[in-house]
């Protein structure tokens, strides 16, 4: 009998690495440079009085990807497919478009954490950029899905790094516990615009589609569904362990010193004097791989989800005259973004801000196309949210409008 | 402009939430869809949906009405008029098997092109007007479509004539090659048009190919409403991680039939990747020569000769005449690869001698096979791994190659493709 329940063990072990990939490359490319500089600054500037937020902003990411998770399983249709049969090709056209604008954005920020992490180590962005588009282009283009998504899943691993700099760092874990625990917020225009960057930054219109399109590539089984709920939900709290570790450093370190920062490249440098030479390496290496991971990641979901949407063949696997659509697009996206760094004098934080702007712009109508979608029982059959589940995803959206509102409203005033 | 008098084309979105006006001038409602029927060349729209003017009533404002094709008296880009007043009785949508909607099935759906054997994504509808009959005639896959649908062509055209002396056109699939892939909803199954070309006629590798491109519920459709031995092909062709989901959405019963017309050796590597349970209750299914034979093959050792091996081969002993062998060669169905060859066997079941198609057509029929046969052979041994039987092949280049046991008894063969398979699993793609 005990023979039979290790196999039966054995097998659900083995069923749920087929299923994983999705929840958790989604969630770590999450951490990207943005994601990086802006817990670095929430720890810095404001200690550790931010880290509660971890907590219900885990809840909200974990609610908003099941729902992409569940679709993607269910009508084995990518996102932007979805709103296409729905919502007809005017709708998505302008939809897509604002995608590709923002993950154009996004990319170029993805592109300057490389070069500003490249640059701790010293090498020169004239020479960073040439071969880094060139390697994450390769990388897609001529690995297959299962050897990109390994790799993907290698660069996740190395997060590992920012835990590790987060030990030695040496915080008081005793203000760290309590500080997790204790929700505190004061009113005041600075702290306002730290939660909405947070909230942000963590939760971005891009991830919907990748991860349901990449769910769709896995071509997941409604009875393993569960696997799948499984890697959402470790992905979405292995991305707040890593931003937690992030916020501790900082504020373990920059805070109590005083130390302003704008930057995750900032903060990896002043952390040399405080913590110690490997602390600040570390973290610049974890900035270089979380850049170049998400580097990889954003234009190859952009150009997945633009041509799925306009019903153009798209695919890794599939040969440049089969598929130039996607082909153009993803080079196009790579290496401009790339080279953009390379303009001297590049006004790089009114890109950073124009960026913002569009991903809150964005954000809350991918929600609400989602939650159309999810409800509609010809897509979805049985499976549409439940009433609470609604209800909790409903407010979820409203709060996420609010938010985008106050962030639009902070940036532009 | 009476329907009856006219002759014109025109797209689906041209009409769609257009006013419905009926006799006395009323407006009725906004045409949501179009109702036709399948089964012609060319599908007869019989009845235009339409969602009623809301007159206060809160109660089901959503619901869409059905108003026959024969009320109909115009109908252009402008308005929908009628012949009648339809008051306020109007009869629900109702969907037969044969019935499609326009919009709601085709417009912006998948569907496959069996002409080109290629999935599209519809960008809109081509209709006709004509004799009083409405028919679905294209479908439009082109950025034209697009344009048309964002109401850009007016700049767009502007700016690639004034530099290029060009204008981007339609791109129409005649609906006769059209399959659309869309399930019905409520029976799960493919709406099956009559096509010049059918889905069955499309080439294995190609269907294969389509199969992968459409999304989950039209890839099960279409692949439940291939003929057992095109879905057998298809299914070879297909990727493995695609193979198990296919196969597991068929009965037991039809997913064994369809096993049974696979290549042995197909069947076995999909069989391997399949759950125990799955397995033991496909084998439940399965005939029991066919089944034996799988049982067999799935015993082997995954990279060796053995499992990379066909049982699909002809043997014949000996002693038997070149009149024997020819008629067994006609009896055969087994692909030309796998009978490039003809093996000979002793009275013991060993390995003899090998002979070609050739040999038994240049030579007298009564000529006894062991005296033309030729001795020297090259033979594989069951256990042999990928790289010895890849050396064999690139050495001898042998168009298949016999595998014995130990016993040099004939066990399969393996063709040059399943060598270059077993090799380069990439090629397999």
């Known amino acids: 009998m005990s023979k039979g329940f290790l196999k039966s063990r054995w097998k659900v072990f083995l069923i749920f690495l087929a299923v994983i990939g999705p929840g958790i490359i989604t969630s770590n490319v999450d951490n990207d440079a943005g994601g990086i500089a802006t817990y670095s600054i929430a720890g810095a500037h404001f200690g550790y009085s931010f880290l509660w937020s971890l907590i219900p902003i885990t809840l909200v990411l974990i609610i908003i990807q099941e729902m992409s998770a569940r679709m993607g399983v269910v009508s084995g249709k990518g996102l932007s497919d979805l709103i296409r049969e729905k919502f007809g090709v005017k709708t998505t056209f302008y939809l897509l478009s604002a995608l590709v604008l923002t993950n154009f954005g996004n990319t170029i920020a993805e592109f300057a954490g490389v070069a500003s992490a490249m640059g701790i180590f010293g090498i020169s962005t004239y020479l960073s950029m040439p071969l880094c588009s060139l390697l994450v282009w390769l990388l897609v283009v001529k690995g297959s899905y299962k050897s990109v998504e390994k790799v993907f899943l290698v660069a996740c691993f190395f997060y590992i790094t920012y835990i590790i700099s987060g030990f030695i760092a040496n915080p008081d874990w005793n203000l760290v516990g309590k500080s997790l625990l204790s929700p505190k917020f004061s009113f005041n225009p600075a702290s306002i615009s730290m939660l909405v960057g947070l909230v942000g930054t963590t939760i971005a219109p891009w991830m919907q589609f990748y991860l349901q399109s990449a769910i769709v590539e896995k071509n997941v089984k409604l009875k393993n569904y569960k696997y799948s709920q499984i890697d959402v939900i470790t992905g979405s709290f292995v991305v707040n362990i890593v931003a937690f570790f992030i916020i501790v450093v900082c504020a373990a370190t920059l805070f109590s010193q005083g130390i302003k920062i704008n930057s995750a490249s900032e903060a990896a440098l002043a952390l040399a004097p405080l913590a110690g030479k490997y602390c600040s390496y570390l973290f610049a290496f974890g900035l270089l791989n979380a850049s170049l991971f998400a580097a990889s990641i954003l234009p190859l979901s952009t150009a997945y989800v633009v041509c799925e949407g306009m019903g153009w063949e798209n695919g890794v696997n599939k040969k440049f005259s089969e598929a130039p659509q996607f082909y153009l697009l993803y080079s196009l996206l790579v290496f401009v973004g790339a080279g953009v760094i390379l303009i001297p004098r590049l006004p790089l934080f009114y890109i950073m801000f124009l960026t913002q702007v569009l991903n809150g712009m964005l954000l809350p109508f991918v929600l609400i196309f989602i939650l159309f979608l999810i409800n509609d029982k010809r897509i979805m059959g049985k499976y549409t949210n439940k009433v609470w589940f609604n209800v909790i995803a409903w407010i979820t959206a409203a709060v996420m409008l609010a938010l985008s509102v106050i962030l639009l409203y902070s940036i532009i005033f | ?429």
């Open chain 2, 1 to 429: 402009m009476k329907k009856a008098s006219l002759k014109m084309f025109f797209f689906l979105t041209e009409i769609i939430n257009h006013r419905v006006v009926d006799s006395r001038g009323e407006v009725v409602g906004k045409i949501r869809d179009l109702k036709a029927v399948l089964g012609e060349l060319f599908p007869k729209v019989v009845s235009i949906c339409i969602q009623k003017k809301s007159r206060g009533g809160p109660k089901n404002k959503k619901e869409i009405f059905e108003i026959g094709w024969d009320n109909v008296k115009t109908i252009n880009q402008n308005i929908i008029k009628l012949k009648e007043d339809v008051g306020d009785d109007l009869k629900p949508l109702k969907t037969e098997k044969n019935h499609i909607l326009l919009k709601d099935e085709i417009l912006d759906k998948q569907v496959v092109d069996t002409f080109g054997a290629k999935v599209e994504r519809v960008n809109d509808v081509h209709l006709l007007l004509a004799e009083g009959e409405l028919r679905l005639v294209h479908v439009d896959i082109g950025i034209r479509g697009i344009l048309r649908r964002l109401k850009w062509t007016g700049w767009v055209d502007g700016i690639t004539n004034w530099l290029f002396a060009y204008q981007i056109r339609d791109k129409l699939i005649s609906w006769k090659y059209i399959q659309p892939a869309a399930p019905d909803p409520q029976r799960k199954e493919l709406k099956l048009n009559v096509t010049l070309r059918k889905l069955n006629e499309i080439h294995p590798s190609d269907l294969a190919d389509i199969i992968e491109e459409l999304d989950g519920q039209g890839r099960t459709a279409v692949f439940k409403s291939l003929d057992l031995q095109t879905a057998a092909e298809t299914l070879e062709e297909v990727d493995p991680k695609l193979q198990i989901s296919l196969i597991e959405e068929h009965t037991e019963d039809k997913a064994s039939d369809i096993l049974e017309e696979m290549a042995p050796d197909e069947a076995v590597d999909l069989l391997l990747s399949l759950p125990d349970e799955k397995k033991e209750k496909l084998f439940r299914e399965m005939d029991k020569g066919k089944k034996e034979r799988l049982m067999e093959l799935l015993k082997f050792v995954e990279g060796t000769a053995g499992a990379i091996m066909t049982i699909e081969y002809l043997s014949i002993n000996q002693s038997k005449t070149i009149k024997d062998a020819l008629e067994k060669f006609k009896k055969t169905t087994d692909p030309l690869e796998t009978t490039s060859y003809i093996y000979l066997t002793d009275d013991e079941e060993k390995l003899a001698g090998v002979l070609t198609l050739r040999h038994l057509i240049f030579n007298p029929p009564d000529t006894i096979l062991s005296s033309i046969m030729k001795k020297e052979l090259i033979k594989l041994s069951i256990e042999d791994d990928t790289n010895t039987i890849a050396d064999a092949f690139k050495k001898y280049k042998f168009m298949a190659l016999p595998v014995v046991d130990r016993n040099d008894r004939l066990k399969g063969i393996i063709t040059l493709r399943d060598a270059v398979d077993a090799k380069f699993p990439e090629f397999e793609d």
